[in-house]
Antibody, heavy 126, light 107 residues
Framework: QVQLVQSGVEVKKPGSSVKVSCKAS????????ISWVRQAPGLGLEWMGG????????NYAQKFQDRITFKADISTNTIYMDLNTLTSEDTAVYYC???????????????????WGRGTPVTVSS | EIVLTQSPDTLSLSPGQRATLSCRAS??????LAWFQQKPGQPPRLLIY???TRASGTPARFRGSGSGTDFTLTISSLEPEDVAFYFC?????????FGQGTKVELK
């Protein structure tokens, strides 16, 4: 069973950038894409966008479009999220999550996030 | 952007009682809705997809229903381990969005 292993805690200054990694271990990402979802303290979940690692195809939520980049390193099964121009409002736990996008059926549905990383806490503070 | 509104905000029930959680969409989702369970300090866990199909490992006491704009998650007999936040999420189009969540607690 594939697991998504995320990088550790980050503390950043306003205006800086953060890079969070998400490594798929124990399986392949063939026919799977990765979404990024964040959760501010005590608040709900916010979808930020996704990437199909095999092709490098990305899809960003409009809110983040100008300052977010997703990249995939297929050789290491690792996906990266870069978020720049950070403000205190970016303080959150950042999750990566896998979803199946291939043709045919899949046990947990198509385009549903069924495997999640444990999250990377990012604090933005001066 | 599709807005998902969940109700109630908090549900306080005794073990063994039925829990009924609602999720209403601002646009027609067909059946493209999922339910997640999230416990403190943990990532969300997929419970239900396509409105009514249980994900792998989801106990049978969890039942999803609905289509279009009105959806329901029912826990037939509440267990202590079901204490958590529950979120609905659509995949009808981009951007995917989540409801604000319902907290299920024991009375």
């Amino acid at each position: 069973q594939v697991q998504l292993v995320q990088s550790g805690v980050e503390v950043k200054k306003p205006g800086s950038s953060v890079k969070v990694s998400c490594k798929a271990s124990g399986g392949t990402l063939n026919n799977f894409a990765i979404s990024w979802v964040r959760q501010a303290p005590g608040l709900g979940l916010e979808w930020m966008g996704g990437i199909i690692p095999m092709f490098g195809t990305t899809n960003y939520a409009q809110k983040f479009q100008d300052r977010i980049t997703f990249k995939a390193d297929i050789s290491t099964n690792t996906i990266y999220m870069d978020l720049n121009t950070l403000t205190s409002e970016d303080t959150a736990v950042y999750y990566c999550a896998r979803y199946y996008y291939g043709s045919g059926t899949y046990e947990n549905g198509v385009f549903y996030m069924d495997v999640w990383g444990r999250g990377t806490p990012v604090t933005v503070s001066s | 952007e599709i807005v998902l509104t969940q109700s109630p905000d908090t549900l306080s029930l005794s073990p063994g009682q039925r829990a009924t959680l609602s999720c209403r969409a601002s646009q027609d989702l067909s059946i493209y809705l999922a339910w997640f369970q999230q416990k403190p300090g943990q990532p969300p866990r997929l419970l239900i997809y396509d409105a009514s199909t249980r994900a792998s490992g989801t106990p049978a006491r969890f039942r999803g229903s609905g289509s279009g704009t009105d959806f329901t998650l029912t826990i037939s007999s509440l267990e202590p381990e079901d204490v958590a936040f529950y979120f609905c999420q659509h995949r009808r189009n981009w951007p995917w969005t989540f409801g604000q969540g319902t907290k299920v607690e024991l009375k």
